[in-house]
């Protein structure tokens, strides 16, 4: 017993280090490039904000610059920022986060951190949680580089100036005046007022938890002109390691063994993952077992079927797509999904639970838990990993969670269509941390021998 409750103590002590790290720990991401407000957007008085010297710098009427870039889709939950900061005498300014864009006024959504050394007409100075943990004393001067640091994790905020901590508040703790309750949202920087200039730079924030293994792009396609070099180059530099898939099926670049071996050559000693991407219902007609087998994985979508009037549909080309009934299309969608599932060599279903546009906007309503359950049974069943999709963003949390308890394996994929949207998985991070998927929850491509076309009984 004893030796057990030491032991649970090092786990709660290592899961809290790990939590509220400090520098030098992986996971930093920049929001700002140092030389354009690119990611940024001001809604009235942006003159207010303008770039030199490498920070943001605000000086003007009233405005607030709201991050809208593509890190973690601008929607942050937990996790650490930092920010350095420099005023100007008599000057206010201030961060925000859990908020939201707005084109004029104060904030209404979320938190600011105060910035504040000696203005002033407000007694609250720098580091204050404004209106909810106040401080009163500057501790930092004007015309000298601070740093900000604030971390959000659970219901608890941190704030540090220059690592000093001046603020530590637990929501729901009814002492704060303004009852704001932690969400999620994006950051914003605040340009307060003409007399004031504050500059901003090095913003740079961690996501909590922080994933601490290296991902895999499963779903990289080299179109577009994108080169295999530039592929195994961009996988590098994100340090996350790629499948290449070949589309296979009928009106694509691959329909017979030896597109596929064309492509095994092309790849042939790089340091990608070799994938198949089957396109339409077809695919499987035109290559045979043995050709497939040499490749590490085969995945495919139910985008492409024929529905109960003989009507093959492409659910993205809006002019194939006919929902008379939505009940009735989604439950022909659900019974096309469980028979691709069943019946076709895959080891992944990606680009899951896909609605065509005309109703996209109804994808909570028209994916019930039911025929949500079926579709994740089936998975299981038959061992095939869903993929969460960084393009679509799909599926929603709701089907993710259902594949978590039922043990389904993941996947991320970003389904590039070019060189230009090969992205940094970002829907599939912020997937992660908010279902609390570890990489036991992940497939990994198996060994010749125990992958889908193995098992495959074909019809
Ligand atoms: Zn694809």
Redesign the pocket.
């Known amino acids: 017993m004893a030796k057990n409750g030491v032991l649970a103590v090092a786990a709660v002590l290592l899961a809290a280090g790990s939590a509220w790290g400090g520098e030098g720990e992986q996971g930093w991401v920049s929001l700002f490039d140092g030389k354009s407000l690119r990611g940024w957007k001001a809604g009235a008085n942006a003159g207010t904000f303008k770039v030199a010297d490498g920070a943001i710098v605000a000086n003007g009427p009233t405005s607030h610059l709201f991050y809208t870039g593509p890190v973690e889709n601008a929607l942050f939950t937990e996790f650490e920022l930092k920010v350095d900061v420099m005023t100007r005498e008599g000057s206010n300014g201030g961060i925000y986060f859990h908020t939201a864009y707005q084109e004029s006024g104060w904030p209404g959504k979320g938190f600011e951190v105060q910035v504040n050394n000696s203005y002033t007409a407000d007694p609250l100075k720098t580091g204050s949680l404004y209106g909810i943990r106040d401080v009163r004393q500057t501790i930092v001067g004007d015309d000298v580089w601070f740093t900000q640091h604030i971390i959000v994790r659970g219901n608890r905020v941190v704030v540090s100036v220059d690592g000093k901590q001046v603020v530590d508040w637990t929501a729901g703790d009814d002492r704060g005046r303004r009852r704001r309750a932690l969400s999620n949202g994006t950051f914003a920087l605040q340009g307060h007022d003409p007399g004031s200039t504050v500059c901003y730079r090095n913003i740079r924030v961690r996501p909590l938890p922080v994933i601490d293994w290296k991902l895999e792009d499963l779903?990289v396609?080299l179109k577009g002109g994108l080169t295999i070099e530039e592929a195994v180059a961009d996988a590098q530099r994100r340090a996350v390691k790629f499948g290449v898939?070949l589309?296979c099926g009928v009106g694509f670049p691959c329909q017979s063994d030896e597109g596929l071996h064309g492509f095994l050559r092309e790849l042939d000693g790089q340091p990608v993952y070799k994938a198949i991407?089957g396109e339409g219902r077809e695919w499987m007609t035109l290559v045979s077992r043995e050709a497939m087998a040499k490749f590490d994985y085969i995945?495919t979508?139910s985008m492409t079927w024929t529905d109960d009037q003989g009507r093959r549909m492409r659910l993205w080309m809006p002019d194939e797509v006919f929902v008379n009934d939505k009940q009735q299309f989604m439950d022909m969608l659900v019974e096309q999904t469980v028979a691709i599932i069943s019946n076709e060599p895959i080891d992944i279903y990606?680009?899951p639970t896909f609605l065509p546009a005309v109703i996209a906007g109804e994808y909570d309503i028209l994916w019930t838990p039911e025929r949500m359950m079926k579709v994740v049974r089936a998975a299981k069943e038959h061992q095939v990993a869903v993929e969460i999709n960084s393009r679509f963003m799909l599926p929603s949390k709701a089907f993710i969670l259902l594949c978590k308890a039922e043990g389904v394996k993941f996947t991320c994929?970003t389904?590039?269509g070019g060189r230009d949207d090969l992205g940094d998985l970002e829907y599939s991070k912020r997937m992660i941390r908010e279902c609390g998927l570890t990489k036991e929850n992940f497939f990994t491509p198996r060994p010749a021998g125990q992958r889908a076309v193995d098992r495959w009984k074909r019809q």
Do not use: E, L, S
Request: hydrophobic residues 25%.
């Open positions: 779903h396609h898939a589309n991407q995945f979508d990606v680009n994929g389904n590039n």
